[in-house]
């Protein structure tokens, strides 16, 4: 009876320990969980405002690159939506103020994405596509003749924010000798632009991984308070999806595929079905 006993209890004993370490293994896989949405989620993104002051004091090196978001239809090639040219005035200016100093090197401007799912694509009087990208570039240029054309590039792929990122890592970042990055957008926009390029930047698979990211956020001028709280809306509900995708696709190649297979926007598959619906308000928001 003695032995019967002593066999149950160690029986007992095996059965908890195992439980323990299964309880171990699964708090550490939440904890790593945790982690990584809050490496993607801090708040680590500075007002235009701010960086501006810093980079005139000189308390900061200038950016290799700013890196400027698209943001809705431009009314022409000189024209993006009043909320993006806050963003354009923002890069033109960190350049103009390294060229003043007469920094040995300047930093170069990339401007992003072909259009938005949104609202139908800007067309040129000569029937061509009129990108976003351009007309940010065109704005700057045309605001800021101290800019030198040569110093701005084109990412005109994209049509949401993680093509922006994806692409502005693929086919430029990676091919420049580039590791301090500014990116620049709205303020409601900025959160979930951040965790979106901290993810693509530090995805395996590109040429290096080195990137040293710094995002700035602009002023939500040209919309309305109600715009604005649509997109901010929006916006947070889309930054879970978010989440999920980066723990989903961990490489530069797993991300290329998601986009040319899976996301509406790229693949063969989203040219037969219907975009995504949103209100009224988040359309306006998109538009100049």
Same mark, same amino acid.
């Given at each position: 009876?003695?032995?019967?006993?002593?066999?149950?209890?160690?029986?007992?004993?095996?059965?908890?320990?195992?439980?323990?370490?299964?309880?171990?293994?699964?708090?550490?896989?939440?904890?790593q969980?945790?982690n990584?949405?809050?490496?993607?989620?801090?708040?680590?993104?500075?007002?235009?405002? &701010?960086?501006?002051?810093?980079?005139?004091?000189?308390?900061?090196?200038?950016?290799?690159?700013?890196?400027?978001?698209?943001?809705?239809?431009?009314? &022409?090639?000189?024209?993006?939506?009043i909320?993006?040219?806050?963003?354009c005035?923002?890069?033109?200016?960190?350049?103009?103020?390294?060229?003043?100093?007469?920094?040995?090197?300047?930093?170069?401007?990339?401007?992003?994405?072909?259009?938005?799912?949104?609202?139908?694509?800007?067309?040129?009087?000569?029937g061509?596509?009129?990108?976003?990208?351009?007309?940010?570039?065109?704005?700057?240029?045309?605001?800021?003749?101290?800019?030198?054309?040569?110093?701005?590039?084109?990412?005109?792929?994209?049509?949401?924010?993680?093509?922006?990122?994806?692409?502005?890592?693929?086919?430029?970042?990676d091919?420049?000798?580039?590791?301090?990055?500014?990116?620049?957008?709205?303020?409601?926009?900025?959160?979930?632009?951040?965790?979106?390029?901290?993810?693509?930047?530090?995805?395996?698979?590109?040429?290096?991984?080195?990137?040293?990211?710094?995002?700035?956020?602009?002023?939500?001028?040209?919309?309305?308070?109600?715009?604005?709280?649509?997109?901010?809306?929006?916006?947070a509900?889309?930054?879970?999806?978010?989440?999920?995708?980066?723990?989903?696709?961990?490489?530069?190649?797993?991300?290329?595929?998601?986009?040319?297979?899976?996301?509406?926007?790229? &693949?063969?598959?989203g040219?037969?079905?219907?975009?995504?619906?949103?209100?009224?308000?988040?359309?306006?928001s998109?538009?100049?």
């Amino acid at each position: 009876m003695q032995g019967r006993n002593a066999t149950t209890r160690n029986k007992i004993i095996q059965g908890a320990f195992v439980f323990g370490i299964v309880i171990i293994l699964l708090f550490s896989f939440n904890l790593q969980t945790s982690n990584k949405e809050e490496s993607l989620s801090q708040n680590t993104i500075m007002p235009s405002s &701010s960086a501006l002051k810093m980079i005139a004091s000189s308390s900061t090196s200038t950016p290799d690159v700013i890196i400027v978001l698209g943001g809705g239809r431009p009314k &022409s090639l000189y024209e993006p939506p009043i909320f993006v040219k806050n963003r354009c005035d923002f890069a033109a200016e960190v350049y103009i103020h390294a060229k003043e100093r007469e920094e040995k090197t300047l930093p170069m401007i990339v401007t992003l994405s072909a259009g938005t799912a949104h609202t139908p694509q800007a067309i040129k009087e000569n029937g061509l596509p009129m990108w976003e990208a351009s007309a940010s570039a065109g704005y700057i240029v045309k605001k800021f003749p101290g800019v030198n054309p040569k110093d701005i590039l084109q990412e005109t792929t994209s049509y949401d924010t993680i093509g922006n990122a994806y692409f502005a890592r693929a086919q430029i970042c990676d091919q420049m000798p580039w590791e301090n990055i500014w990116v620049v957008t709205s303020d409601f926009h900025a959160p979930r632009s951040k965790t979106i390029f901290d993810w693509v930047f530090s995805a395996d698979g590109g040429s290096k991984k080195n990137y040293r990211m710094t995002y700035v956020s602009t002023d939500n001028v040209g919309l309305t308070e109600v715009e604005v709280s649509a997109r901010v809306k929006r916006e947070a509900r889309s930054m879970q999806n978010v989440y999920k995708l980066a723990k989903k696709y961990p490489t530069m190649r797993d991300i290329a595929l998601f986009l040319l297979r899976d996301h509406n926007m790229y &693949s063969v598959e989203g040219l037969f079905k219907e975009g995504e619906k949103v209100s009224e308000d988040v359309k306006k928001s998109y538009r100049s």
